[in-house]
């Protein structure tokens, strides 16, 4: 990890942006959450997907409302890092609307999630979300754990030539004496 010192003054001023920012965003005042970034910008690594600029981070948002009528991100922890603030937290709502094509499934959700908020000086620049997609989609009923006996057979049923191929691997791998572990 590298040797850095922030100066305290900055750190209290992005500090004071993100949790401006956030506080907006809980209350559904996109607007002002928006207001808090020198050029908004959210990356969503879980789906790969980027929302730049004001009109992108806005539509995101109210998908977001439309989805989750209530939705609110609980921070838990922050650190603050050489060009970035991290939170930890939680995501919570209740899917009362369509999302991402998803029709309301009435269920509440309440998965962790990591923002990291990166900064150039005291601007904010970027919104940067991780958190385990698998765990939302389990929660909201669409998707099944694939440690269960359910989540094993609904993965063979949706992808039996992958699942196939592998089985088959092992029990090659077996015979040979080797081990499970595919070689790298």
């Given at each position: 990890?590298?040797?850095?010192?922030?100066?305290?003054?900055?750190?209290?001023?992005?500090?004071?942006?993100?949790?401006?920012?956030?506080?907006?965003?809980?209350?559904?005042?996109?607007?002002?959450?928006?207001?808090?970034?020198?050029?908004?910008?959210?990356?969503?690594?879980?789906?790969?997907?980027?929302?730049?600029?004001?009109?992108?981070?806005?539509?995101?948002?109210?998908?977001?409302?439309?989805?989750?009528?209530?939705?609110?991100?609980?921070?838990?922890?922050?650190?603050?890092?050489?060009?970035?603030?991290?939170?930890?937290?939680?995501?919570?709502?209740?899917?009362?609307?369509?999302?991402?094509?998803?029709?309301?499934?009435?269920?509440?959700?309440?998965?962790?999630?990591?923002?990291?908020?990166?900064?150039?000086?005291?601007?904010?620049?970027?919104?940067?979300?991780?958190?385990?997609?698998?765990?939302?989609?389990?929660?909201?009923?669409?998707?099944?754990?694939?440690?269960?006996?359910?989540?094993?057979?609904?993965?063979?049923?949706?992808?039996?030539?992958?699942?196939?191929?592998?089985?088959?691997?092992?029990?090659?791998?077996?015979?040979?004496?080797?081990?499970?572990?595919?070689?790298g």
């Amino acid at each position: 990890m590298a040797d850095y010192q922030i100066d305290s003054a900055l750190q209290a001023t992005r500090h004071e942006i993100v949790d401006r920012h956030m506080t907006h965003e809980n209350a559904h005042e996109f607007d002002d959450a928006i207001g808090a970034f020198h050029h908004p910008r959210y990356e969503i690594v879980a789906t790969g997907e980027v929302w730049d600029g004001a009109d992108g981070v806005d539509a995101l948002l109210q998908e977001n409302k439309t989805g989750f009528s209530d939705f609110k991100f609980h921070p838990t922890k922050w650190h603050h890092a050489e060009d970035a603030i991290i939170v930890e937290g939680n995501f919570t709502g209740t899917h009362d609307g369509s999302w991402r094509g998803l029709p309301a499934t009435f269920r509440t959700v309440d998965f962790e999630l990591i923002i990291v908020f990166k900064f150039e000086d005291d601007r904010m620049v970027c919104e940067r979300t991780y958190f385990d997609i698998g765990t939302a989609l389990r929660q909201l009923g669409v998707a099944r754990d694939p440690n269960t006996l359910g989540g094993k057979i609904e993965l063979m049923a949706a992808h039996p030539v992958h699942v196939g191929r592998a089985l088959a691997r092992q029990l090659v791998s077996r015979r040979r004496g080797g081990s499970d572990a595919p070689a790298g």
